[in-house]
């Protein structure tokens, strides 16, 4: 079974501190997704990186995707109180397109 | 994006009665969709694989039985909850892959809150 283990789980800050979500496994992946995702609601993507080593950036998030394609984070700069949420990432199941989600990481980015 | 419709957002139901959840695709055809279960507080975790016209494939503990997944068209996949009891209560989500060019980029629905007293 493949796993996706994230740390941390939870997260609080203060608005304007940074911080970096990890996204763990011990099995390759073909691809790497992060959502974001509200109460009551489905995830929505922010990223998909495909190469090992793959850096991309998304405004103030920075994603990295673990040169063996087994881990990846995601760096927040300067958080702020809208970036609150249950942030996960999934990792494509080798060829198949199936998607396993992460643990989670609860962030919330107090004012 | 493309979008993705639950229908029900909500639903409550009572113990053994059945629930169908529809997942539909509205702007691209989604020869593959996904269906999740969701704890509170907790991650998404993948129930089966929906493929249009054929049988889907149910992850190692799902009950087909229990839960019945039909992809009848290129837009539309349900689940129905058969004789659903208070530990189904969860929030269900699926999701759609057209495939397009292989990218294999995925639609979440909004999800589908399902409580059963």
């Known amino acids: 079974t493949q796993l996706l283990e994230q740390s941390p789980q939870f997260l609080s800050i203060q608005e304007g501190e940074n911080l970096t979500v990890y996204c763990n496994s011990s099995?390759?992946?073909?691809?790497l997704q992060w959502y974001r995702q509200e109460p009551g609601e489905g995830p929505v993507l922010l990223v998909t990186?495909?190469?090992?080593?793959e850096v991309k950036k998304l405004k103030r998030l920075t994603f990295q995707f673990g040169d063996a394609r087994k881990d990846s984070s995601l760096h927040i700069t300067a958080a702020q109180p809208g970036d609150t949420g249950l942030y996960l990432c999934?990792?494509?199941?080798?060829?198949?397109?199936?998607?396993?989600f992460g643990t989670g990481t609860r962030l919330k980015v107090l004012a | 994006g493309a979008v993705v419709s639950q229908h029900p957002s909500w639903v409550i139901c009572k113990s053994g009665t059945s629930v169908k959840i529809e997942c539909r695709s509205l702007?691209?055809?989604?020869?593959?969709m996904f269906w999740y279960r969701q704890f509170p507080k907790q991650s998404l975790m993948l129930m089966a694989t929906?493929?249009?016209?054929?049988?889907?494939?149910?992850e190692q503990g799902v009950e087909k039985d229990k839960f019945l997944i039909n992809h009848a068209s290129l837009t539309l996949s349900t689940l129905t909850v058969t004789s659903a009891h208070p530990e189904d209560s969860s929030f269900y989500i699926c999701?759609?892959?057209?495939?397009?060019?292989?990218?294999?980029?995925?639609?979440f629905g909004e999800g589908s809150r399902l409580t059963v007293l």
């Open positions: 999701s759609a892959s057209g495939l397009a060019g292989g990218t294999g980029e995925l639609f």
């Open positions: 099995s390759v992946f073909s691809s």
């Open positions: 990186v495909v190469t090992g080593g």
């Open positions: 999934a990792g494509e199941r080798t060829g198949t397109y199936k998607y396993i």
């Open positions: 702007d691209f055809q989604a020869t593959t």
């Open positions: 929906s493929n249009e016209g054929s049988k889907a494939t149910y």
